[in-house]
């Protein structure tokens, strides 16, 4: 089983036992905390962005970062962002389009923005970042990028 598949069922199971217990009134953004047996750390966050639900799901592997974000249920474009190494003052990042939409410029930005975030507190970290989302616009990006901040991993 993949780890995406481990993970999923993990979202399943937090879900289901969050309904048996009677289920508690939910806030604009949610965080849960999934099952702690699970080999990766890995946090699950809802929002509603521009009117549409967003599901965000953040994993830390020893040797990367995984966002998932979808108000499709899909995962949509996935990016890959890195620090590059190099003897320059300021830092290089790359971020490159592994599948998906390649012409959206928003979300390389996006990309950016986080890897440019998280190479600040773990610089040896590359980002795989999944967008399946309905509204490419920037205040949801900006949403998405602030709620992946709050609830961070690293």
């Known amino acids: 089983m993949s780890a995406l598949q481990l993970l999923l069922v993990g979202v399943e199971e ?4 969050e309904i048996l217990s009677g289920g508690r009134s939910r806030p604009r953004l949610r965080m849960e905390s999934l099952d702690a047996n699970f080999p990766v750390r890995h946090r699950k966050v809802s929002l509603e962005a521009k009117g549409n639900k967003t599901e965000i799901v953040l994993c830390s592997y020893e040797d990367h970062i995984l966002v998932i974000a979808t108000q499709i249920g899909a995962m949509g ?6 620090k ?3 003897m320059s003052v300021e830092p290089t990042f790359s971020v490159s389009v592994i599948f998906g939409k390649r012409d959206e410029p928003m979300l390389i930005a996006t990309a950016r923005r986080l890897i440019d975030h998280i190479s ?3 610089p040896s970290k590359p980002l795989v970042l999944s967008l399946g989302l309905k509204d490419h616009s920037s205040e949801t990006l900006k949403e998405i990028v602030a709620a992946v901040i709050e609830n961070r991993l690293w």
């Open 77 to 82: 474009t996935i990016l890959h962002a890195r």
């Open 84 to 86: 590059e190494e190099g």
């Open 120 to 122: 600040s507190y773990v």
């Open 14 to 17: 937090a879900e289901d036992r």
